[in-house]
């Protein structure tokens, strides 16, 4: 990695990380797949200009679906990596 504008893609939007945001103070972006704890703690606190507290990585694995005819599987969504902060 030679930027930290690189570590952070994009913030992840949905209606669980809008309660990690409002009840929890969490915050959560899908970080590239190569990322560490440290350098989404050192990448997070450069461009938010905040202390972080704790950093959780999850690996969200693809969704996979079956073709019903055939019994092959599908790949409808590939995996990515979160961040919760």
Avoid at 11 to 39: C, G, I, W
Avoid at 63 to 83: D, E, F, I
Wanted: cysteine-free.
């Amino acid at each position: 990695m030679t930027n930290i504008y690189e570590v952070l893609r994009r913030p992840l939007v949905t209606e669980k990380s809008n309660y990690q945001l409002t009840d929890l103070h969490q915050y959560v972006f899908e970080v590239s797949r190569n990322a560490t704890r440290t350098m989404v703690k050192e990448a997070v606190e450069t461009i938010f200009d905040v202390t972080v507290v704790k950093v959780n990585i999850v690996n969200v694995p693809a969704k996979q679906s079956r073709r019903w005819k055939s019994r092959r599987l599908l790949v409808r969504r590939s995996g990515y990596k979160k961040a919760i902060i």
